[in-house]
């Protein structure tokens, strides 16, 4: 969906089947739904990613978090950076 979405303003027949196939798949699952029983612990856990100069069309990096209640994704988003990174520094952030 994220590259279809930046294509937007200049699409190709290429650009275009790909967005009916996702069409197709939303219309396959209009009946899938999340359930949560009342009286149920719901833990809300996020995750972030980043991929260092990933994109390659621009080599820009492009970031995302993921939002999980259960063990279902619920919300997610991703965006590519406005600049290109010309080096990084690797870290690991652990969070409770």
Known sequence: VC???????NLKD?????VKI??????????????????????LIGYSDFDYARCGLDRKSISATY??????????HSKKQACVALSTINTKVHSC
Do not use: D, E, T
């Open 3 to 9: 590259l279809c979405a930046r294509f937007q303003a």
């Open 14 to 18: 290429s650009h275009m089947i790909a």
């Open 22 to 43: 996702i069409l197709k798949y939303l219309r396959g699952a209009i009946n899938v739904g999340l359930c949560f029983p009342m009286g149920v612990s719901l833990s």
């Open 67 to 76: 939002h999980f209640l259960r063990s279902a994704l619920v919300s997610w």
